[in-house]
């Protein structure tokens, strides 16, 4: 069973069912180091899950991905990853993909074994991978 951080959130249900199904399927989940700290730091600030002077809430997204290691394997940063996500950011100038979302996808297109980006940002569709992988997002 998953820890509930913020079942008000409007993707909570979307990312309970994606983990529970790719458990079941005993499929990896890759998370960038990058991610984990955009959930720590969206829950520490979100006054409805962390109150001012409590960060323990937003400590749990780490004690969820060291739960199960198994599922969750927690990735550094990709290759040149500097440069790399400025050119990309560059090159998709039209779309509003944030550094975080830079690294992600880089992060996937370097390892060819990713085929599925799970995602509650829909506009990361539209980037070219190099190789197949599919994008879900939440509502889709």
């Known amino acids: ?3 509930a951080l913020n079942r008000g959130d409007r993707h909570h249900r979307w990312a309970v069912d994606v983990i529970e199904s790719q458990r ?4 990896r989940i ?3 180091e990058v991610v984990v ?3 720590y730091t969206k829950l520490r600030y ?3 899950v962390s109150g001012r002077h409590d960060a323990r809430p937003a400590l749990t997204v780490f004690g969820l991905l060291d739960a ?3 599922l969750f394997e927690i990735r ?3 290759s040149d990853s500097h440069r790399r996500s400025i050119e990309l950011l560059a090159r998709y100038v039209d779309q509003t993909f944030s550094w975080v979302d830079a690294i992600v996808l880089l992060s996937a297109d370097d390892d060819r074994e990713v085929e599925h980006l799970w995602t509650v940002d829909s506009t990361l569709r539209a980037y070219r991978f190099s190789h197949q992988v599919v994008v879900s997002s939440s509502g889709t």
């Open 1 to 3: 069973m998953i820890a």
């Open 24 to 27: 079941k399927l005993l499929a």
């Open 30 to 32: 890759v998370v960038p």
């Open 37 to 39: 700290g955009e959930a």
């Open 46 to 48: 979100d006054r409805r």
């Open 68 to 70: 199960d290691p198994e």
């Open 76 to 78: 550094g940063m990709p």
